[in-house]
Each structure stands twice: as structure tokens, then as C-alpha cells.
């Protein structure tokens, strides 16, 4: 597996300091992790990596040591406007954009606000429309059963046993729990309390060639806003990953990683 | 010390099953299943003539709060209820302590201030302006407000309400998360340049630093009870210390059930209504509480190495249990007496914030509390820490007349420029 390593970029005016995760060799790769921070992803990175320079950027606030980040930014337009700094400061031209649940709607916005700067488009399970008749789940808010059986298809499995694991040294267990919790809360600074923010009325500006994955027992957004997405991207196509809820990446891993491949590859 | 009347303003009728058909007493139980609205009528009423029973019985002072979406408290606007006290124990020497309206749910919070100024105004200065950052679920879920915003909100918009308060000028308010272009209130409270500042807190390290940095009273509003508080307390008054505050007891106040009777025996009259209070009322699930942002990353991790406030499984603890954990104190006036007088000096509690009423507890029964409390509880509270400390956080009408004779100057009086 290609070597992941860590470096810092001091954005915002100084303000914000962010970890990017970068390894992997290729044509550039921009992932945006969703709201449980980037560590459940890893495995997921290091696959795409076989074949593409991936660079995974800590959302503002998550990185460790500049938590205060998060005060930097007050609303969606600060956000894209960011995520634009970071591109530039990647040297990342006309990267494709990968973004999970959160990290989905981050990439439709900044796709939507600078067509130029997104080569191709894959959301996983991407938060950012709402249908009263089948409304999103507050994650944040969910008890810890229902959460599980919310983000994956097999909560009792392997993959849930890994995403929710802890160390066993005290400290490191107090830091990933507390880091596990900050990143839900520094992702729901721009989703509290409903993740529609007007994407709806954003989104046609999207030009990028689109894939649209979605895990078929997804318990948080349910399958059917896949195709509400596609409606609304020209050209979208739509991928369902079986064994699978909220975290394709995470439950579904090789196959999730194979279809983002392949899509990239696609001329 | 001074001693007040805290009141919930509680569903007292719950079904029997309620914590078998809800997982949560916040949020989740639908009002037309639960709730009849003439009873609430009466609860409303009850409460009020209680807590003017309390005042004209002794109490120093009458607090009331805001909660929303649930069954354990419903005074969605205190200032409702501050009001009508206000005009209900007109003329007696009683404070009206708003603790209180939640400054980052109320947009903008000027409306806030100028209910306090209004209660201040109809009351002729007896108001205690207390500024609790509201629980979470009232703050982010019934109300919206972005978690990881809750605070930074809170501090802005307390700003605004102090200077809006005083401000001789008509100023524009370009702030963060308010703005507002002629800032020029009306009406302006009795006392200024503000009145005395009371912040509820439940544990939070960050709030407690605050509040001391602030040198306001810090509130601990724990259900817990004082003997579980001891981590809270010396945490509170080593940051005190440390920060170079006095050792003024009346900047810190506590939240403690009590229910005397004639005799400790008699007092199991009160089992049945705290067992409602803790097993129905405090049915608040953690993930109702403990939502993302709402502690900032140092609170949540050192709330993960030591908690400041122990976790209960209140579900199975019966009336035995909560008596004789401290949770509450129950028993004769000299059970009662003892007990607080400990607990006070142990945590140099300057208010006392009496729960005299909770969960199911009859009108007449929570009376009868308040009677015996005032008559035979009160008296041996009322003189504690007045020889040697004085209370800066009171509104200055309500002050007793001073003792006979010139009054020596204390730091304190320095510290607050006095």
C-alpha cells in the first residue's frame, strides 16, 4: 500500500491550521470526509492511492492542535471560499473531488461555486437535499444502537467494530473519543439543524462528470436521494453499493474504491 | 446566606407508564398523548401561588427558568412568571431571580433585556438578572441553535445585553452574531449600571472559569445534591483562588432538593414525588445531552478523564436511595437544619436555591414544605456568613439594613470598586 503522510497548511489568514493526509501517485485525488473525521477512512485511501495522488484535508477544526479553527469560519460561502485556499495552496488545478456524506455536499458546493476547478465529481452518500416525505437523521442526536444500525448494514460486523473502536492506553482512548465527538461537531456547524442549506438551488451549476454512490442500506439518508441528485446533475449516474449503509467506504471498502477507480479512469 | 425558592414548574400528572412508553422526557412524549391543558392551567396558577406563599413566608427570594419540549419543566418564557411575581409580592422584600431567559435561543437578546429591565421596573429594582447558556436540547434542538455556536452566542450576546442596559449613546451593534443598527432600549433596569449577575451552570469547567473571570455568582444547578457536588465545589473554589478572587461564599449558589416534615418518619410523604422526579422528569437520555459542540474540545476532554459530576442509573435508585445519597433532604426541621448547615459551610454556599417543590409533589403538600422550611429550617440558615462577608450580588433595595454601627471596608468592597 502507498505511504500516507501527514503536513500542515497554515491557511485563513494564519488562522486555521489544516492536516492533509497526501500519498499515493497519480492523477490528483481531493477527498472530503464526512462528519466522523477522516481516521475510519483510511483503509478507503490507501486503495484509491493504487493509482492516484489523494490528498484527504482535515475539515477546520478537526486537525489536532487547532481545534479554535472551527471559529474561523462562520457560513457556507466561508467554507467554499477555503476550500478554493486549499486547492491553491495543493497546486490542484482541476483535481477530482471525492466527498463522503458531508464531505458529498462540501463537494457539490464547491463544485457548483467554481465549475472550473472540479476535473470529475463522486459523492458517497452526500448530504445537502431534504424530502419531507423522508427526512434526514440527526445523526448527532441518534442513541448509539440506532446510530450503528443507521450507518452500517451489518452493525454487528467487522468493519462497525473497527469504525467504533478505541485504543486501549487511556489517553489515546480520551483523544479518540473526544476527536470522534469535536468532528461531528465542527462538520455540524454548517448542517445544524437540517443539512439543507439551498443546495437545490445551487446545484445546476454543477459541469463536472458525476458518479453518484450510494450504500444501499444507507439508515441516514435514505437510497432514494440518489436519484433526487441525479435529476439535478446533467449526466449523473447512479452506482447502489449492496452491504453497505451510510459508510460504503468503510463496510464496502474494495468495492467502493474499484467503482471510484474505474468512473475516474473513464476517460 | 440567603435562601430562595426554586420551582420546576413540572407535568405533575404523568401516566404511570411514561418511562415505558418514552425513552426520554425531553422531546419525544407528544403533548395531546400526555398533556391535559386545563391541568397545566392549574400548574401554572399552583406554581405562582407557591412561590408567593414562599415569599410571604420568609423566602429572600423566587427563582424561575426556562426549559422547553418536555415534561419536567415548562416555563418556556420566565419572564412570564417573573412578571406576575413581580406584581403578586409588590412592596415585600423579595428578589425576583430570573435564572433565567437563554441568551443564545433568543434572537435578537435584547428582547431579553428588556424583559429583565421590565421585571426590574415593576418589581422597583428587586431583580437578580440570571443568564444560563440554556441545557442543549432546549438550545440546539428545540430551538436551533448551532451547537458549537452555543457559547461563543452566549458571550456576544450577553456583551449586548449589558451594554444596552447602560449605554448613555445610541450605539450600532456590529457583532458576530447580531447585529443591530440603533441599540437604544427602553425600558432601562432600576439598578446599574446592571443588576447583580447569577450564571447557572451544571459542571461545565469552561463556564466556571468564566463565571469566575466575570466575577459574577456561579450557580451550580445540580439534582444531585450538595454531598455530590464536593468535586464541583473544590474545583469551583480552587479556580476562585487561583484566579484571584475573594472567598465571598455568596458568589457561589446551589440547587439542592428538601422536603421536611414532622419527623423523619413522616417525611417517606415525599417518596413518591421524588421518585417521579428522578425516574420520569430526569429522563434525559445522553444523546440528548451530550451533543456534538455543545462542550468545547478541552470541556469534552476533560469531562472524559474525570467527570465533575458523577453519572447516576436513576431508574434504580428508589426514596431510601435519594435520601441517603444526599440527593435529597428529607426529614424533621432538625434532620433538614443539620444537614443544609453542613453542606453549606462544607461548599461556602452563599445562596441556596431550594427545591421545595418537585415532580408530582401535591399543592398542598409543597405548602406544607415551604412552612415548615421557613419556619423552622430559615432561621438557623439566614445569619450564616453575614458577620464576616458581604453579599455583592444582591439587588442593593433588598439589602438588610446594615448592623448597628459603621460597617468596616472589606476587600471585597474594594474589588468592586466600591
Known sequence: MPAFGPRTLRLWQGGIETRVETGGDGPPLVFLHGPWGLVGDRDFLALLAEGHRVHAPW?????????????RLDDWLDLVVYYGEVLDRLGLERPALIGHSFGGMLACEIAAAMPERVGRLVLIDPLGLWRADLPVRNWMILPENQRNAALFADPAGPAAARFFALPAD???????????????????????????????????????????LWGAADGIIAPAYAQDFAERIAGARVQMIAGAGHLPQVEQPQETARLVREFLADG | MKVCMFHLMPYRDL???????????????VWFDVADPDKVGRYYNWTLDEMAYAARAGMHGLCTNQHHQNVYGFMANPSLMGAALAKMTSGQNVAIVQIGSTLPSTSPPTRI???????????????????????????????????VEQRARYREALELVLKAWSAREVFAWNGRHYQLPMVNLWPRPVQQPHPPIWIPGSGSATTVEFVVDRDDCFCHLSYFGAKNAETLGDYYWDTVAQRGRDANPYRLGFLQLIGVSESDEAA???????????????????????????????????????????????????????????????????????????????????????????????????????????????????????????????PQRLQPPAPSGPREARPEDRLRGA
Open chain 2, 268 to 394: 417517606e410523604e415525599y417518596a413518591p414525588h421524588v421518585e417521579y422526579f428522578f425516574h420520569k422528569l430526569l429522563y434525559t437520555p445522553q444523546y440528548y445531552q451530550a451533543i456534538p459542540g455543545y462542550q468545547d474540545l478541552p470541556s469534552l476532554t476533560r469531562a472524559l478523564e474525570a467527570p465533575l459530576r458523577e453519572r447516576f442509573d436513576l431508574q434504580a435508585l428508589k426514596y431510601k436511595d435519594f435520601v441517603e445519597r444526599g440527593f435529597l433532604m428529607a426529614g424533621s426541621a432538625a434532620t433538614v437544619r443539620d444537614q443544609l448547615i453542613a453542606a453549606v459551610k462544607r461548599l461556602r454556599i452563599g445562596h441556596l436555591l431550594a427545591l421545595l417543590h418537585f415532580g408530582s409533589m401535591p399543592h398542598e403538600l409543597c405548602l406544607k414544605n415551604i412552612d415548615l422550611f421557613c419556619r423552622e429550617v430559615l432561621p438557623a440558615l439566614s445569619d450564616l456568613w453575614d458577620d464576616e462577608w458581604h453579599d455583592r450580588w444582591w
Open chain 2, 113 to 147: 433585556a428588556e424583559e429583565y429591565a421590565m421585571i426590574d421596573c415593576l418589581s422597583g429594582g428587586r431583580l437578580v438578572a440570571g443568564f444560563p447558556t440554556g441545557l442543549p436540547t432546549d438550545a440546539t434542538i428545540s430551538n436551533g441553535v448551532v451547537p
Open chain 1, 59 to 71: 475539515h477546520p477544526g478537526t486537525s489536532p492542535g487547532n481545534p479554535e479553527a472551527i471559529h
Open chain 1, 170 to 212: 487511556p489517553a489515546g482512548r480520551v483523544a479518540a473519543q473526544a476527536g470522534f465527538t469535536w468532528a461531528q461537531a465542527c462538520t455540524g456547524k454548517f448542517v445544524w439543524p437540517l443539512p439543507d442549506k439551498g443546495l437545490t438551488k445551487r446545484i445546476h451549476r454543477i459541469a463536472a462528470p458525476t458518479l453518484i
Open chain 2, 15 to 29: 401516566p404511570a407508564d411514561f418511562e415505558r412508553r418514552y425513552k426520554s422526557a425531553y422531546l419525544d412524549p
